[in-house]
């Protein structure tokens, strides 16, 4: 390590070259005569009774000859008060004589911005982005779609009719109002609980569909399971399974946007215990050293499954881990539709305008279960489901605020319902009935163009089908 | 038979090159081992050398000899113009920097690429003429780069990931498998991932067991995924400019030991099929599948061999998923003997994946079971002559082929 000492201090410097040999590098070869033992330790050294072991006296004499400077450098300080540095690798630091540790916990936890209060009134003093009615009204459109949608749904995989599904109850504000105050160029990367930026980018109910029912009209070719959206139209990439590998791609999109020169960001989300991967550190790291422009949404939703965020980490939420990395970072309400669309609108232009990550952690609760496959009143408590579901509904809370500016009625109300639950339903009956993928999807895509093996093991499977039909749904006697 | 053999090699000359006409009538017939079907043998090292041919491992010394092929072969450098010679290492170099300048998209990230210019110096001086937004320095975190690759190709990008060492992609496995190999097949088609992964893998000189890895095995499962392995300045200069312009994920095997080899190779433009072996050696006794350094290997055998009137086919299997079974295959049934020489791991190695195919395919042309030659199943020991016994040597090759042979 080598000390730089400002030009300010040279003349000490030389003062003490003089006396004490090269002060300059606290390089422990370097010293040149040994220094009596006779000076007293200072006591705000970190490991006092460390030193002077007689039997090592040569390592002991090196560390006692860097009290001295040490020594010497804190007398300096006392007459040239605290303009001290440290010249590192990675900047200047100045230097303290107080001993003291960094808190593991803020004394406060930081703030959480929100615009509109539980009643869907706005709050004083909130600097928030004014949305117009139609903007507002396509948003509660299609946030209650949203809602019906995931209920409807939920209800035909309890039916059996799909195999799986996975809500947003809870979260339909954090899914509608960030795609609303993004643009249609920007790349979204998801999880799995945000089918409602995709909705709100124009994917139809019977898309959605189809996906869920892997048909023969689904775009993913029926290779995924239900509510793994993804659409290239509506750069909207498609969801894999993996948890949080998806924030590393978001970086490298961003990357691509930036290289060339883009106006557009990528925006990733996942949930906090996505935050606990290894992925993200990397790829929050990554985006901070590259100035990549990409939103890190996350949806700190309090539920990892069955994992409450008290064990899954011990920080004050996520956003405080954006400035361990370089992101500049927020914490919003994640049930208020009109604070999450202004901070998202705000990253945004950071995101592009400065060419930097931006993290925002969306505080909100997952009101569903993790999936059909979980049962989450076996290890959370019904009532605290329930308050959170009906006391701090998004959805309630922004047609709150949107009946009282005039823009919406019941009367709207019953019609937006009924409406899409008709079509809810009658796009579950058709994707039902449209037929499964062929069989040559299985084998396409794997490559640009299937080699030979693939051809072969076609080949194989078509002989094996025609050999026992029986066993094989009818659909797949045809060539195709 | 073994008196008909030397007297053969008495009275033929001691050229590498395929000198046997008449002669090789004799050896025409079939003759079936009476090992049972269905097994091959693994001949393992005995740690002895033949005295007469030093295990010089200093594979750079032996390649203008190892490598020399027959005019017609299919390398057709050295048929055509003078060309230029370089290292392998700087072909590398150079197919990247002419993908780079052909196409603005192809970008390269990786650990120590930039400034530095690789560990391999495969990169050497890109990120001065292309900067540093091309040629990406990236924190230690393979899974992530390999990720943020992934997320750049999705994109429109083309870009390169370099591992360090090829042993340090394990850590990014789960983003080769469940997202490289993946995505496309999953998104319907509607995304592709064009990357190149790259990296020196192989055993090296006593790097030690971690940097010692052959991953080939490991990946090979893996849909979605094509691999190369190259060996020669030539093929990996145009199997790196194949796999730059392939639309699917290519993972490129450089071998850590291979990179100063020194060859000419054409001044002008050439690209390599990703799907096609290199015939080294045409032959007609027996048919040796091998690739990266093991071609070396297996050529230092093969001088051996034609000095002990053996005529060895030697085909540099290069592609290691798929298998160019073309290739292969009509070797098979012109010489039906078959030796795989590899630097895998015995079990679940590229031979073990290359022996059933064959097996499968061309059962009826083999007059003798597979043989299959591969390192042993530990880890690579760091003391230098126990690595050196890990890995197959010269000597064991001959070994094999003399039994084949019988």
Redesign the interface.
């Known amino acids: 390590m080598a000390f730089c000492l400002t030009k300010a201090k040279k003349l000490i410097y030389n003062h003490l070259k003089s006396k004490m040999g090269s002060l300059g590098i606290i390089n422990h070869g370097n010293w040149t005569h040994p220094v009596s033992f006779s000076h007293p330790i200072p006591q705000n050294l970190k490991k006092p009774d460390t030193f002077f072991t007689n039997n090592t006296t040569l390592f002991a004499s090196r560390r006692f000859e860097s009290i001295i400077a040490g020594k010497h450098l804190d007398s300096l300080r006392n007459v040239f008060d605290e303009i001290e540095v440290l010249n590192f690798p990675g900047g200047k630091v100045k230097f303290t004589s107080e001993m003291k540790f960094l808190s593991e916990s803020p004394e406060e936890r930081i703030h959480c911005y929100r615009v509109l209060d539980d009643n869907g009134q706005p709050t004083v003093h909130s600097n928030s982005v004014q949305i117009g009615e139609e903007v507002a009204v396509k948003m509660y459109n299609d946030m209650v779609t949203l809602q019906l949608m995931d209920s409807i749904f939920y209800e035909a995989q309890r039916q059996g009719r799909i195999s799986f599904y996975l809500t947003t109850i809870g979260e339909e504000a954090i899914n509608i109002a960030s795609a609303a105050a993004l643009n249609i160029d920007d ?1 979204i ?1 998801p999880q799995y609980r945000e089918a409602g930026v995709l909705l709100w980018r124009g994917f139809s109910l019977q898309e959605f569909a189809n996906q869920c029912f892997g048909n023969r009209d ?4 029926g ?2 399971m239900p509510i ?1 959206y ?3 139209k509506h750069n909207y ?2 969801v ?3 948890v949080a ?16 020169g883009r106006d557009a960001c ?1 925006v990733t989300y996942f949930g906090d215990g996505g935050t606990s991967t ?2 993200f ?3 929050l ?2 985006a901070a ?2 100035e990549a422009p990409v939103i890190f949404f996350c949806r700190n939703n309090g539920w990892a499954i069955s994992t409450p965020v008290s064990d899954q980490f011990r920080s004050d939420g996520i956003v405080v881990r954006g400035q361990a990395y370089g992101v500049r970072s927020i914490r919003v309400d994640g049930n208020d539709a009109l604070a999450i669309f202004s901070a998202i609108q705000a990253a945004r232009r950071m995101a592009i305008g400065e060419s930097r990550p931006v993290l925002i952690e969306a505080l909100t609760y997952r009101a569903g279960h993790h999936s059909t496959s979980d049962d989450s009143t076996k290890y959370r408590p019904v009532h605290e489901i329930e308050w959170w579901r009906v006391a701090r509904d998004p959805v309630s809370r922004f047609k709150k605020w949107i009946e009282s500016n005039g823009w919406w009625s019941d009367e709207a109300e019953f019609e937006l319902r009924s409406s899409v639950r008709k079509q809810l339903l009658h796009a579950i009956q058709v994707a039902e009935k449209v037929e499964k993928p062929a069989i040559a999807e299985i084998f ?5 163009v299937p ?3 693939l051809c072969e093991q076609e080949t194989l499977l078509r002989e094996t089908i025609k050999r026992h039909p029986q066993d094989y749904p009818s659909h797949f006697q045809f060539p195709l | 038979m073994a008196a008909i053999l030397q007297a053969v090699g008495a009275t033929t000359a001691l050229s590498s090159t395929n000198s046997f006409d008449s002669k090789r009538l004799r050896f025409s017939s079939r003759r079936s081992l009476s090992v049972g079907k269905g097994n091959f043998f693994v001949v393992r090292s005995d740690g002895r050398s033949n005295g007469c041919y030093p295990r010089d491992r200093r594979a750079g010394q032996l390649v203008t000899n190892a490598v020399a092929t027959k005019a017609d072969s299919s390398t057709a450098s050295t048929a055509s113009k003078p060309g230029h010679e370089l290292l392998l290492f700087e072909a590398l170099r150079e197919g990247l920097e002419e993908e780079m300048d052909r196409d603005p998209s192809v970008c390269v990230m990786g650990e120590d690429v930039g400034h530095y210019g690789g560990s391999y110096k495969v990169t050497r001086d890109l990120a001065e003429k292309y900067g540093d937004l091309r040629v990406l320095d990236t924190p230690i975190a393979e899974n992530s780069f390999t990720g943020m690759a992934i997320g750049a190709a999705m994109t429109g990008l083309r870009p390169i990931i370099e591992g360090m060492n090829m042993g340090f992609l394990l850590l990014a496995f789960n983003q080769i498998s469940n997202n490289c190999g993946m995505l496309h097949y999953t998104s319907g088609g509607q995304f592709k991932i064009p990357v190149v992964i790259r990296g020196p893998g192989g055993v090296g000189r006593q790097l030690g067991a971690e940097h010692s890895q052959r991953l080939e095995s490991y990946f090979q499962s893996i849909p979605g995924i094509q691999m190369v392995a190259c060996s020669t300045p030539y093929n990996a200069k145009g199997l790196m400019k194949a796999a730059i312009r392939s639309e699917n994920p290519v993972i490129l095997f450089e071998h850590v030991l291979l990179y100063n080899l020194k060859e000419r190779i054409p001044d002008e433009e050439y690209v390599l099929n990703l799907e096609e072996a290199e015939m080294v050696r045409p032959g007609e006794h027996v048919t040796i599948l091998t690739y990266s350094r093991m071609r070396y290997h297996v050529m230092q055998a093969a001088k051996t061999l034609v000095n002990k009137g053996y005529d060895p086919e030697v085909i540099d299997i290069r592609s290691l998923k798929p298998f160019d079974l073309h290739t292969i295959g009509n070797s098979v049934k012109k010489t039906h003997r078959v030796l795989i020489v590899e630097e895998c791991m015995r079990t679940g190695g590229i031979g073990a994946s290359l022996t059933a195919a064959i097996s499968e395919n061309f059962h009826d042309y083999l007059d003798a079971p597979i043989v299959c030659l591969s390192s042993q199943d530990v880890p690579t020991p760091y003391a230098g002559t126990l690595e050196e016994v890990t890995v197959v040597q010269p000597a064991q090759i001959v070994a094999a082929v003399e039994q084949l042979c019988q």
């Open positions: 790349l990367f689904d775009n993913g070719k290779r995924q793994h993804g659409s290239k990439f498609t894999a399974s993996t590998t998806q924030i590393s791609h978001a970086v490298g999109a961003a990357y691509a946007l930036k290289m060339d990528t290894g992925d550190h990397a790829a790291n990554f050293v590259m396409t895509d794997v490559y640009d080699p030979a093996n």
